[in-house]
């Protein structure tokens, strides 16, 4: 190896140290899980009628709630994404301001702030303390500026004159929308909705205030961890790790056929 | 033919101001002037992504102000040449045609025919990602002729194609709209463009149409100054290249 080649990959060290401490840091909590991993207390989960019931009813819940949440916010996040990331209007960036609120409110207050909204006594009281559309509610609210951003960031990369040509064609905006921008904004929609059903996925602190029952897996974990101990709530986790990353490949190799572009 | 009158448009710091304008049938228009006088904006504003705040325009004696794009008959090709890059050069052309409805047949026929005036059969399957310059700018074009406009809006078609291809795409915008009489308006800020293609020019600057007359007219005009001594040495170019084919050609 040369010295000026020599150099250059010594220059690189810092990257190479902050690349591998990432790894580290990401990948050793998550070994440490499974290390600490009892499978005998999943079996005896498993052998328990009361607490496999209980873990299949929190799965379902999860999922399902999960899963018609990032539906809902597919349906009124993308158009809301393409306006912001085409139409100029004075009052845009306190609109966007708003609807990024979510990732900056500590989840708790999330969860106050659904209550006051929405509970039984608040501002427009849809009664959703403790039931699923609570567990939606809380879902869609955390996870739509992951879905709006990403998207919006879709949309503003094609080029307006790909629009403009398709309307000037005789596409009416619908079907340009359809036809022409949604094909090409597949890969930050197919984006959108898995970070949007990571977020769903992971909340718990809002949950807590607003719908602790019916029970979804985080809720469970913590439940467990308090009443029957880690190893027990340790097994959930591990499950619930195996199953989210086996649907996220799941789902990234079914979306791949939608990604026209 | 394209007719304007009393625009008046702004988007941001930028405004266009236009008493009257006016292309007869079959011309082929360019639009003359330095960059950003609001040129793409006129045409913007024609094939109606922008509204006018005043004023109206015209096309074959139909009022398509407060039209929306697709109902004017105005057929653009941009700058980039803007083709829909999940669709092959095929799929690009025929998108108007599938919108109307035609048969299968039918859409076939036309593009095959566009495609042989163009010279782009060999194209049909390819994406547009994989296409040069010329020939992306043959696509669009044949995108926009099939759709049968009643003006076309060319902004700055010539602008991405590479020197030695220029002549050549010249040439064939020459054929193409000379042969279909097509109403055409052609941004540019290049005279050699003006020279080679225009029949009317249209000069404008500062968001405001200062002269419009035939080629001959505005050669004539004092707004032909700035542009005098890159004629001057075109010409100058084009008798030296003669000489030296003269010389070559002579029986010494």
């Known amino acids: 190896m040369s010295s000026r080649k020599l150099q250059v990959e010594r220059s690189l060290v810092l990257f190479y140290g902050a690349f591998s401490f990432a790894i580290m840091f990401i990948l050793i909590p998550i070994v440490s899980l499974f290390l600490f991993f009892n499978y005998h207390v999943l079996l005896k989960i498993f052998n328990t009628p009361i607490l496999i019931s209980e873990l299949r009813s929190a799965f379902v819940t999860t999922f399902e709630a999960a899963s018609l949440s990032t539906s809902i916010l597919l349906i009124i996040g993308v158009p809301v994404a393409y306006v912001l990331a085409r139409r100029e209007f004075k009052a845009k960036p306190i609109v966007e301001a708003i609807i990024d609120m979510p990732f900056v409110v500590p989840h708790p207050v999330v969860g106050i702030m659904l209550l006051t909204a929405f509970g039984s006594r608040g501002l427009i009281p849809l009664n959703v303390e403790d039931t699923f559309w609570g567990v939606v509610l809380v879902m869609l609210f955390v996870s739509a500026p992951l879905l709006i951003d990403t998207v919006k960031l879709g949309f503003a990369s094609i080029d307006v004159s790909i629009e403009h040509v398709a309307r000037s064609l005789g596409a009416s905006f619908y079907r340009t929308f359809f036809s022409i921008l949604l094909p090409l904004c597949s890969r930050s929609i197919i984006a959108g909705i898995i970070l949007a059903l990571a977020r769903s996925l992971s909340e718990v602190g809002a949950l807590l205030v607003l719908a602790y029952f019916p029970k979804t897996v985080n809720i469970l974990i913590l439940e467990w961890l308090d009443t029957l101990g880690l190893p027990y709530a340790i097994a959930v986790s591990c499950l619930y790790l195996i199953v989210i990353f086996a649907m996220f490949i799941a789902l990234r190799v079914v979306t791949r056929s939608y990604v026209v572009y | ?252």
């Open chain 2, 1 to 252: 033919m394209l007719y304007i009158e009393d625009l008046y448009i702004k988007v941001k710091d930028l405004e266009i101001k236009i008493d009257n304008l006016s292309i007869s049938k079959g011309t082929y228009a360019i639009l003359l002037g330095p960059s950003g006088v609001g040129k793409t904006m006129l045409l913007n504003a024609i094939a109606g992504f922008i509204r006018p705040l005043r004023g109206r325009i015209v096309i074959e004696g139909e009022d398509v102000t407060n039209l929306p794009p697709e109902k004017r008959g105005v057929s653009i090709v941009p700058q980039n040449f803007a083709l829909f890059p999940h669709m092959t050069v095929f799929d690009n052309i025929a998108f108007c045609l599938k919108l109307r409805r035609l048969s299968r047949k039918e859409i076939e026929r036309r593009v095959m025919e566009i495609a042989r005036l163009l010279e782009i059969e060999h194209l049909l399957h390819r994406r547009p990602g994989t296409l040069s310059g010329g020939e992306a700018q043959r696509v669009a074009l044949a995108r926009a002729i099939v759709a049968e406009p009643r003006l076309l809006l060319l902004d700055e078609p010539l602008s991405n194609i590479d020197p030695e291809r220029r002549l050549k795409a010249i040439e064939l915008l020459r054929r193409v709209t000379r042969g279909r009489r097509l109403t055409v308006l052609h941004v540019t800020h290049d005279i050699s463009e003006a020279l080679a293609l225009g029949d009317y020019v249209i000069y404008m600057r500062d968001g405001k149409i200062l002269f419009q007359g035939t080629l001959r007219e505005f050669a004539t005009s004092r707004f032909a100054l700035p542009y005098i001594s890159l004629i001057e040495r075109a010409l100058s170019w084009l008798s030296s290249i003669r000489d030296v084919y003269s010389m070559r050609d002579s029986p010494l």
